[in-house]
């Protein structure tokens, strides 16, 4: 009898959603990587002003104006590893550009057959579920208040052995500075590209009659998490000792509903750093906090989001000019 593989139903359920919640697959591409934005709630689209940028809003990175690295740790759900990069090179007169690479692995799955009687046998064998983005992004200042970024990257999904889907997709975001005082807006667009095609052929089981026949079948294409990102923020506080920076944002994604984030940062002496917010109508959770330690060429950041009934996520990251 041949092998079904359980977990390859999580490709081909897709779309059977009443609703757009859960009607995307790459659902790693959602994962926040940055611990500065998820510590204030999500509210991060019109703050995100250095190497992190490109995994929120592309646009901010023609902030970055000397060599910098970024690179993060997401301690996610299920054992799940999530490491992010990113290397930003100011070109002068040209803008900014970076290499980002980020990947996921989540192992322990198990492998069973599934009989046409619907028997369940475990087989005893595992196998990892891996994923990747990989690009690269360019950002410029197009006026001395309007910046514009876009990054095209790589997507890959790994299901163990049994398949594999390939894709690419742009991200694209702006900002603005009003001019009144230090208000901004930025908007940002995310995995904008054509659907997944996982590789290879299944077996379905049918009765007709008292017999069984098996037809091939091809995995269900699905879409990718595309999000549209929008907000506002401004610094109420900014003087020499300390820094209060409030955030607004609304993200509506193909796949979710709508969320409203507000988050706070507030900087002490350009060395402490403290964050909170919420994003409100989410599934699960809402609730971020975080702390960073700055100093002129390097930056250390932790984020706690509460998950609801999920264990929580942990966030740490490392930022640091050349």
Not at 149 to 166: C, R, T
Not at 236 to 253: F, K, W, Y
């Amino acid at each position: 009898m041949k092998k079904f593989i359980v977990a390859l139903l999580l490709i081909t359920s897709l779309g059977f959603a009443q609703s757009k919640t859960g009607t995307s697959g790459s659902v790693f591409l959602k994962v926040s990587l940055i611990p500065r934005g998820s510590g204030m709630g999500g509210a991060y689209v019109a703050v995100a002003n250095d190497a992190s940028s490109v995994f929120w809003n592309p646009a901010g990175l023609a902030h970055v104006k000397t060599k910098a690295v970024f690179a993060s740790y997401t301690n996610w759900v299920a054992q799940t590893m999530i490491p992010a990069f990113n290397y930003a090179m100011p070109i002068p007169g040209l803008g900014t550009v970076g290499i980002f690479a980020s990947a996921l692995q989540s192992s322990g799955f198990q492998e069973v057959k599934i009989y046409p009687d619907g028997t369940i046998e475990e087989t005893g064998k595992t196998f990892a579920y891996n994923a990747v983005q990989a690009g690269i992004s360019y950002s410029q200042f197009l006026t001395d208040r309007f910046a514009t970024g876009v990054n095209l990257k790589m997507i890959y999904e790994g299901y163990g052995p049994y398949s594999s889907a390939k894709s690419v997709a742009l991200d694209a975001g702006t900002v603005f500075y009003t001019g009144l005082q230090s208000l901004r807006v930025a908007m940002s667009l995310q995995n904008l590209g054509p659907d997944m095609q996982p590789a290879g052929e299944y077996d379905l089981y049918l009765m007709q009659g008292s017999d069984i026949v098996t037809e091939k079948r091809t995995f269900r294409a699905y879409k990718l998490p595309m999000t549209f990102r929008i907000g506002l923020a401004m610094e109420l506080i900014d003087n020499p000792t300390q820094r209060l920076t409030v955030s607004v944002e609304g993200a509506n994604a193909n796949d979710a509903d709508e969320i409203i984030s507000v988050g706070f940062e507030f900087q002490y002496l350009d060395m402490l750093v403290l964050r909170a917010g919420r994003a409100f109508n989410k599934s699960e959770g809402g609730y971020g906090a975080g702390v960073g330690f700055h100093t002129s060429r390097f930056s250390l950041d932790y984020s706690f989001s509460d998950f609801g009934a999920l264990p929580d996520i942990h966030r740490i990251s490392v930022n640091f000019s050349l």
